[in-house]
């Protein structure tokens, strides 16, 4: 197990873990220089001194770094630290496939198809560049928060299944996706691939897997002696070509599925197609050859083996279906008997591996259990507890109790495998980091650096006539406050900057009006006037910005009043200054003056006449 906080290569800094399986653990890591979120597996410690092991991992982890592909976990690195051996890949959030399917079942044809779609195009570049998974299953497939489709555990899959299902615990756990030459321990082709597609395919389609079983071993049995159930048993409107396509691929022989991912990726892509309707249903070509019945044999023939010779069914017998009947019951029986046989054989010459299997285990949990506790109760279990222990940090776990084991509850191991216990250090504290007035990066990038968990930083965005729009107003918990770095959620309030309007229309609007938008808006006034023939004295006649213009508080806005009609002269004046200019000591005419500046009063002139 790795602990967290570590920096694998200087490069590579261990944030959390994200699950344990039976080959490696894998954890959340960052990368430093490339600033992005990657996964990081890690070789479980109990294969860490097979050098066989570790050649083929980084040999084959190196190859997987080859696929490139949209539907494959990208591999970005390969590495080794203090005999370690880790790969660092592609960090997909979202789900496995099969947690996706207990969530979503039933799923619809379309989404079934799209999902295959997806994985076959995958295993179709690995089969290119002479890659076998042998380890296809729904957990090793994940579902981005997309509903892209991406396959994992390429290189751990190549590396440590050559050797049999008795000497791994990750194809023990697979057993459900198992082709039957595996089952029968022949080595795994781009057939048994295809096998595991099919089964994938089928708990697609139904929600569940074809074969269940008490064990591994009656489960692998059933893989090669009986036929995959119908999917329309289940779901009877399932097309007759999407049913064939889990057949063709699930066929017990090898010759009769199909050639390739190709193949198969062809013919799904096509099922759900209306010219299609009405297909038969598919049947092996092994199956098509003349059938053969074995006769029955004699209690005598039972005891002494029976060697007589299977004899070929001609068109007289077909005529005879009560004693084809007879015949059948008798060949059946027969048929299991030297099953039977077989079987018996193979376990006395240890052939048959399910039954000279070493007795496996099952870890159970020791959480919250005191060191001694845990101890006493994996060696009830048959196994041995390491007599180093790890320390750990945990806010839900007692200090000095175990916290986890490695490997982790639940997985199944030979007896006599060495557990590592994981001891509670208590709650991982840290001081909360003052992070106010840095941008919402730099803050996230100071919080995770302190051991906060980038998952727990909630980010909320409030306007702020102060703060720059992307700095942090406010933080809560505040700075230097001792907190869970595990569990605390830190929530970072965020200036969205000063807040915008939109400048509304102040035609005609008072200066009184005017006054109390601009107060509530915290806009400021500046105000000029001019005469109007045509707008209210005090009202407005312009503004400047004009109407919809986004303003922020504190903006100065220029708005002109009008100040009524322009002042006319006085009709006294007028007349005054007319009877100055028209009147003089020799005048002798008598003449009347219409004034311009009087034009609205028609009869008003000024009359001039000479001496009497």
Not at 352 to 377: D, H, R
């Amino acid at each position: 197990m790795v602990e967290i906080g570590r920096k694998l290569s200087g490069r590579y800094k261990i944030l959390g873990n994200i699950g344990s399986g039976g080959m490696a653990n894998v954890y959340l890591a960052h990368d430093l220089i490339l600033d992005r979120d990657v996964a990081v597996k890690v070789l479980r410690f109990d294969f860490q001194s097979d050098q066989g092991a570790i050649r083929r991992f980084q040999r084959e982890a190196l190859a997987a770094t080859e696929l490139v592909h949209p539907n494959i976990v990208a591999v970005y690195d390969v590495g080794e630290e203090e005999g370690m051996q880790y790969l660092v890949m592609e960090y997909v959030k979202g789900t496995d496939l099969k947690k996706y399917i207990a969530a979503h079942s039933p799923l619809s044809n379309e989404r079934i198809v799209s999902i295959m779609e997806q994985v076959l195009s995958a295993i179709s570049l690995a089969h290119s560049h002479r890659i076998i998974h042998r380890d296809l299953k729904p957990q090793n497939i994940l579902v981005d928060e997309d509903n892209t489709v991406k396959i994992t555990d390429f290189g751990i899959a190549i590396a440590l299944s050559e050797t049999s299902i008795t000497q791994t615990n990750t194809l023990l756990g697979s057993v459900h996706y198992l082709s039957p030459e595996q089952a029968r321990g022949s080595m795994a082709t781009r057939q048994s691939d295809i096998y595991a597609l099919g089964i994938i395919l089928y708990e697609l389609i139904t929600g569940k897997v074809p074969f269940e079983g008490e064990s591994a071993v009656s489960i692998a049995l059933k893989h090669f002696q009986s036929e995959v159930p119908s999917v329309r048993d289940f779901r009877p409107t399932i097309p007759q070509p999407l049913e064939n396509v889990v057949l063709h691929a699930t066929a017990k022989e090898a010759s009769d599925r199909y050639v390739s991912a190709d193949e198969m990726l062809s013919d799904i892509s096509t099922c759900l197609a209306p010219e299609r309707a009405g297909e038969p249903i598919f049947e092996p070509s092994s199956m098509l050859d003349e059938t053969k019945v074995i006769p029955a044999l004699s209690d005598e023939e039972l005891a002494t083996g029976g060697d007589e010779p299977a004899v070929e069914v001609s068109e007289a017998a077909k005529e005879q279906p009560e004693e084809n009947n007879n015949k059948k019951k008798k060949s059946k029986r027969k048929i299991w008997l030297i099953v039977a046989a077989v079987l018996a054989i193979l376990v006395g010459t240890g052939t048959f591996f399910a039954m000279t299997a070493p007795k496996t285990v099952t870890i159970p949990s020791v959480v919250n259990l005191t060191q001694e506790e845990a101890t006493e109760k994996l060696e009830e279990k048959g196994l041995k507890v390491s007599t180093k222990t790890e320390k750990v940090s945990s806010d839900k776990v007692e200090k000095d109790n175990v916290v986890q084991t490695d490997p982790a509850k639940g997985t199944p191991v030979k007896e006599g495998a060495t557990i590592t216990l994981y001891i509670s250090t208590g709650a991982k504290k840290v001081n909360m980091p003052d992070v106010k007035d840095q941008t919402y990066q730099e803050a996230v990038n100071t919080l995770t650096e302190s051991g906060i968990k980038k998952t727990n930083i909630r980010k909320v965005e409030k306007y702020s006539d102060t703060v720059e729009s992307g700095n942090v107003i406010k933080q809560t918990p505040a700075s230097n406050k001792s907190i869970a770095a595990d569990e605390t959620i830190v929530e970072l309030t965020v200036s969205k900057g000063a807040k915008t309007v939109s400048l509304r229309s102040l035609m005609y609007m008072t200066k009184a009006e005017v006054q109390d938008y601009f107060d509530q808006e915290g806009l400021i006034l500046i105000d000029q006037y001019t005469y109007s023939d045509t707008i209210a004295q005090g009202s407005v006649i312009a503004q400047d910005p004009v109407a919809r213009t986004q303003v922020k508080k504190g903006d100065s806005i220029t708005v002109v009043f009008s100040s009524g009609p322009e002042p006319k002269p006085s009709t006294t004046e007028t007349s005054q200054s007319t009877t100055e200019s028209t009147t003089s000591p020799s005048t002798t005419t008598t003449s009347a003056t219409t004034t311009s500046s009087t034009a609205n009063s028609s009869e008003t002139t000024t009359t001039s006449t000479g001496p009497h």
